[in-house]
């Protein structure tokens, strides 16, 4: 059976297999599009619903945004920071040589605390040497003594 050789009669009329084809391919299409068109349109409705916000105090908000920034001068801010920049840098070398200062004077310090002690030493060898010196004077003064004792003894008359 053939789609040439088939034929539907309805009532008086009776329609060929081919147009029957065409008929349905048409109505298939047909049918489509309507169905495109209801899923578009209730996607719009969907759109549609949405609540969209009043932007009205947001345009008020940025408008006064942009009125202080121009009040600020924010034109300057780029050779204010420059300059800030270059405090900066000044102020890390000024440190540089500060941290070397400070540890020069921590050397000077160990310096102070060798010489504290070699003082302290010397202190104590002062001490030693004054009770020496002490010592010495009663042993010259016994010498002397004793010299006199040899003179007087060698020559009694004088």
């Not at 034929?7 to 309507?34: C, P, Q, R």
């Amino acid at each position: 059976m053939a789609l040439e050789d088939t034929e539907l009669k309805i009532g008086n009329t009776s329609f060929k297999g081919v147009y029957i084809a065409i008929l349905l391919s048409l109505a298939t299409t047909l049918g489509g599009g309507v169905w495109t068109a209801s899923s578009l349109y209730s996607r719009l409705q969907d759109v549609e619903s949405r609540y969209i916000p009043d932007i009205k105090p947001l345009e008020e908000s940025i408008g006064l945004m942009q009125q202080q920034l121009t009040d600020n001068d924010v034109s300057q801010l780029k050779s204010k920071l420059a300059e800030l920049g270059v405090n900066l840098k000044t102020i890390m070398e000024q440190q540089k040589d500060l941290l070397e200062i400070k540890k020069q004077v921590n050397e000077l310090d160990k310096g102070v605390e060798g010489i504290k002690a070699t003082v302290a030493e010397s202190k104590i060898l002062a001490e030693g040497v004054k009770d020496i010196e002490s010592r010495v004077k009663v042993i010259a003064k016994e010498i002397d003594d004793l010299w006199e004792g040899l003179d007087y003894l060698s020559n009694p008359l004088k």
